[in-house]
């Protein structure tokens, strides 16, 4: 506690600090009650074990039901096998005796059966009773009424049915079945009628439609629930037939497709008003089939060209009915934000929707919108694309042919106005989409305006430019942004409630329990995602522009020069992520500016490969200017990669090789001057010049490296000996390591080469004693290198002998050897592995 303030303030402090320890007290005194309740509880004292129930195979209501079932089907098998069979047997008489006797007594038994309670016989006689008045229809048909056309027979005879057993249904409420089936038999009369009539497709839509209106009013007004069910059903599949057949009409027969679509489109929303639940996608179905049937009007009476326009103008003023809440706070100023004009007054006018038929009705229409946008993608994936795939020459002055060229101009306009729509959205998502297909515009006049090749490349520049900038600055990008919650903020229920203290009387001992964090949901920052956008675009459009440029000399120069300037702005005043990307996109293009000017003036591939190390040179020089992090780093990578493509294209010259191994190594000392880069600089500079050093002697021809590696590892030796004796911490690979390998590994590899005994002799008897004094004073560097030199020396000394060993062998003894000796580790595996363990940890404690 801090006792230097004044008596009042000091006084307050510990006040308050009394009075936490008093609460975290009675917090703990709780906690304690608790606890001793949850360990000493009384146990509850078993009650004695009820005897089991003794099973049955069924339910006295199940059997009851499966007996009554198969009776009525054993009896509805034999009506129908009597009036197939037996009735042309009879006379008049007897047939309508017969008619009127079995139908009465099955329709009127279930009046007696209801009295006495027995339901389920009464709904089987009913079932019956339904099916004798299909078979009486039928056999009215047969004996009376043949001459009769039998689609129109059998759509006044389902109407009567249906109105029969409607009637029936009502009188006789308990029974189930004969509403539902005066339902089924009500779907017939309209269509059978205008079949019969010879009515076409629309003839047909229109009485499905008016079937399902009907159904429609029984879901909605009707109360049994089989009935509703049932109506439900037929709505669906009749009402779904009319409007596939008002979409079809909408493309062939317009003006006799629209009056169905709208028609369909008022009573499903008219179901959706009605029925909550429903709301969204049965808005949806209407909205879709409104929008055909506009669009499909539009269809006629515009050119080929403007159908797709058509489709997506109808499609956003549809989606225009979504007015979300404009409550929530702004990112920057929610005043801001632009509404459609093309449908502002459909927002006025749907402000009395409910939500769910607003939000069924917007996604209609922005559906409709999306599929008319990925309609007009494609000229910009041939503008982004075409570049790429090169038919022609590099410099050559000659334009490969564009795709895609006859393509409606008017694509342009749909991403224009579905950008501008989605840009009046105060929304994250949409914002970003706006952006997408802004970008997609830009890329694709090109290819639908055709436009020359100085205006395509100049408006590809203009592009990656505008985005980069963007990328920089995305704050105009997110005015008018409207937050769904300020970041970092947990997400709260309106049901939630503040959870009282534990001393707070009336607390439940449950709130005591541990309790799961919630997950809190990431909230991406606006200028993050607009800026990563609008950087993702402006990559691609470089890219392309590029590979664009790369038909004409100067155009490849000044779009190199324009690309490296603007994505080292971007590294320079970018955030995050996008300053590392366009560090190295900047040393890729200055690369490019290097193989350009080297192409423009004729250098051939080794001159090219020193010009390259310009690059790497470059890039040390500012990772020493820059702070260290991300940035630098990323470029120091990306120019360490350009000096190993340098590398890669001298090769082919020995002598140039070795000169660039020098100047590469000369780079890496420079890097080695500073601190946070001088452990890995330093030695990748040791091994360049070791590799220059063993090249150049190659390409001189030397055969005795010694002379000129000796003089070079005897200082360094001096040196690393000092520097042990000075600060014996020192690893024996900083200190020895350099200067042995400078004359080890070139006299090993002239070893390999040499076919005297001499110089593998001397050779052997040096890494011998390496490793002997690697050993004595355990340091790992000399055991490392005098032991694998030794073993290389002495197998290629033994080389020759075990070939010959080997071809005097049978040939089935090396396999047998090589089975055994497997058998022998796998036999003594954890014992091998211990004493390789023991190894690599005596090895990592050397020096």
Known sequence: MDTSLPPADELVLVDR????????????????????????????????????????????????????????????????????????SMGIGGRAAVLLVVTSAALAAPVALLRRGLVSTGESVAALGLVLMVLDAYALH???????????YAAVASAVLAGAWTAYGSVLPRLRIPLPAAVVAAQLPLPLGVLSAGGGPTAFAWAALVTAAADAAAVLWARPAAVRITAATGASALGGWSLLTGFWLSLTSPWSGAPLLLTGAALTL??????????????????????????????????????????????????????????????????????????AGTVVGAAWLPRGMRLGLAAAGAGVAALGALWAL????????????????????EHAERAL??????????????????????????????????????????VSLDLPYAATLALQLLTAAAALWLAVHPGPAARGLRLAEAPGAPATSPTDRPVPPASAPGTPWGTWAPRRPQAQATVVEPRTALGWSAYVGGLASAVSALALALDVRGATFASLGLLLGLLTAVAVLGEGGRRTVSACGAVLAATGLVLAAAAAIGFEDHWTA????????????????????AVALTVEITGASVGLLALGIAASRPAFLALALALGGVIAAATAVRPERRRFASWTAAALFLLATWVRLAVSEVTTPEAYTLPVT??????GFLRRR??????????????????????????????DWVRPLLLGVAALVVTLLGARFRLQALLVLGGATLALDGLHELAPYVVQVVGALPRWLPPALAGLLLLAVGATYEQRLRDARRMRERLSRMR
């Open 142 to 152: 047969r004996v009376a009424l043949a001459e009769t056309d039998g689609l129109a």
């Open 610 to 629: 020193l010009a390259l190390l310009l690059v790497p040179a470059a890039t040390a020089a500012v990772g020493a200017r820059t702070r260290p992090g």
């Open 378 to 397: 494609p000229p910009a994936g041939a503008g982004l694309l075409g570049p790429v795939a090169r038919t022609t020459a590099v410099w050559s002055g």
């Open 270 to 343: 008219y179901v959706a008003r009605r029925r909550p639940p429903l709301a969204a996608a049965a808005s949806a179905l209407a909205g879709l089939a409104t929008v055909a049937a506009l669009g499909g009007l539009l269809r006629a009476a515009l050119p080929t060209e403007w159908e797709v326009p058509g489709y997506v103008l109808c499609g956003l003023a549809l989606a225009s009915v979504w007015r979300p809440d404009t409550s929530g706070p702004s990112a920057a100023g929610a005043s801001t934000a632009g509404a459609s004009t093309a449908g």
């Open 714 to 719: 005897l200082p360094a030796l001096a040196v």
């Open 405 to 446: 060229t006859s393509y409606p101009a008017t694509a342009a306009l749909v991403l224009l106005v579905v950008a501008a729509a989605l840009a009046a959205v105060p929304r994250l998502w949409a914002r970003c989409g706006a952006l997408a297909l802004v970008w997609a515009l830009l890329t694709a006049l090109p």
């Open 17 to 88: 600090e009394l009075a936490q320890l008093d609460a975290r007290r009675t917090q703990l005194l709780a906690r304690r009650a608790w606890l001793i309740r949850a360990l000493y509880a009384p146990v509850p004292t078993a009650a004695a074990p009820r005897p089991r129930p003794g099973f049955t195979d069924s339910t006295p209501r199940s059997a009851q039901n499966v007996l009554l079932t198969l009776g009525g089907t054993l009896l509805t098998i034999a009506a129908v096998a009597f009036t197939l069979v037996s009735w042309g």
């Open 726 to 755: 000075r600060d014996p911490e020192t690893s024996s690979w900083a200190a020895y390591g350099p200067g042995l390998a400078a004359t080890l590994l070139p006299s090993l590899v002239a070893a390999w080469t040499d076919p």
